[in-house]
């Protein structure tokens, strides 16, 4: 963690760099030009950079800043007064009005420091981004496809837990703006939607998908009943997104009514426990969506070799929506992959390329 007494010159151009790319390329990536203003803003202010540096280890600064400011805003009317409300929109609920944010949003930073700096030392980026089960959905169909069993799905860092529930969701998935696929009972309280891109086709999907088993596994699973864990996992959603918020609160209401089996610690150390208590006789399925590039190098290959070691007894599948970058900090557009382990060998299958959130998938040829 950087040094509490600020950031040396080469620190500063670091933290100056990632939250211009952050305004460059991810934030007009994911339609959030609210953010893109922001970060360009904090990249010019050694204040806002030295107060963004403090976030834990592996942690995304920008995320980190903006979820904790928008964490503030909707704990209580007091934050919310603020004229900095209004340009979020599941606080005010209104449009946001059309002069700059960035002046009132590092006058809030500067006048509530201490409170933000509680917040990123000691909260993680944790999203759990429903939307991204419209890639688990033909992943999960494959695998229980070529396996002819229910599938035993554990997700890899979990979060809530809330994708551990995406045979419970509705799903359609557009190209050219025409439907071309549907899958779920349309009243479903949670709905998603893609984009096909590109000229690969959308995999066949399960008529209907067989779960008999579904475990998480997280460093700190979110506990949506606790109101100021719920308020985070809002705070991680970009200010524009206003239907994922909705969508969040609607996939906590599901998750109440079908609760899963969430386990608290590093997945490198839990993983062959939930493997032991997984049902025999169902496809192993691990997966991991933009989550495991948390977990350091070494609980990285110590998963893959307990998966590799469980394949000798049974087969192995691991889907992954992940761009398993060293530096957190680049950004690239994430792959989604099955990873199929056979006696204690290993083949990959790259399957399409994806927005970080689902919003779009584009199947490989």
């Given at each position: 963690m950087p040094p509490r007494d600020g950031l040396d010159a080469p620190n500063v151009a670091h933290y100056r760099d990632v939250f211009h790319r952050f305004a460059r390329v991810e934030a007009p990536?994911?339609?959030?030009?609210?953010?893109?203003?922001?970060?360009y803003g904090v990249s010019l202010n050694r204040d806002l950079l030295e107060l963004a540096a403090q976030k834990r280890r592996r942690q995304p600064a920008p995320n980190m800043l903006f979820a904790a400011v928008q964490?503030?805003?909707?704990?209580?009317?007091?934050?919310?007064e603020h004229p900095l409300s209004a340009h979020y929109p599941i606080v005010s609920g209104a449009d946001r009005p059309m002069e700059p944010a960035f002046p009132a949003f590092r006058e809030f930073c500067l006048d509530h420091r201490s409170e933000i700096l509680e917040l990123i030392r000691h909260r993680r980026t944790q999203t759990n981004v429903v939307r991204r089960c419209t890639c688990l959905l033909p992943a999960f169909s494959m695998v229980q496809a070529e396996s002819e069993r229910p599938l035993a799905l554990i997700d890899i860092g979990a979060s809530a837990g809330l994708n551990l529930n995406v045979d419970r969701y509705h799903y359609r998935y557009t190209r050219g703006g025409l439907q071309e696929a549907s899958w779920g009972s349309e009243q479903a309280r949670v709905s998603l939607e893609a984009e096909l891109r590109g000229s690969g086709a959308l995999p066949p999907l399960a008529d209907e998908l067989a779960i008999q088993f579904r475990g998480g596994i997280d460093l700190n699973p979110i506990d949506l009943t606790d109101e100021s864990e719920l308020r985070w996992l809002q705070a991680l959603i970009w200010p524009e997104h206003v239907e994922r918020h909705k969508r969040l609160i609607d996939g906590a209401a599901e998750l109440r009514q079908s609760p899963v089996d969430l386990r608290s610690g590093d997945a490198a150390e839990l993983l062959p426990q939930m493997i032991a208590d997984a049902p025999e006789d169902a496809a192993l399925t691990a997966y991991s969506t933009v989550a495991i590039y948390q977990i350091p190098a070494a609980g990285r290959q110590q998963i893959f070799e307990t998966l590799a070691e469980t394949s000798r007894d049974r087969p192995v599948w691991l889907v992954t929506l992940e761009h398993l970058l060293d530096d957190i900090d680049d950004v690239q557009v994430p792959s989604l992959a099955i990873t199929r382990f056979r006696d204690g060998a290993s083949s990959r299958q790259l399957l399409a390329r994806s927005s970080p959130h689902g919003w779009w998938i584009e199947w490989a040829a």
């Open positions: 990536d994911l339609a959030s030009p609210m953010y893109a203003e922001l970060a964490y503030l805003l909707l704990s209580s009317a007091a934050y919310a």
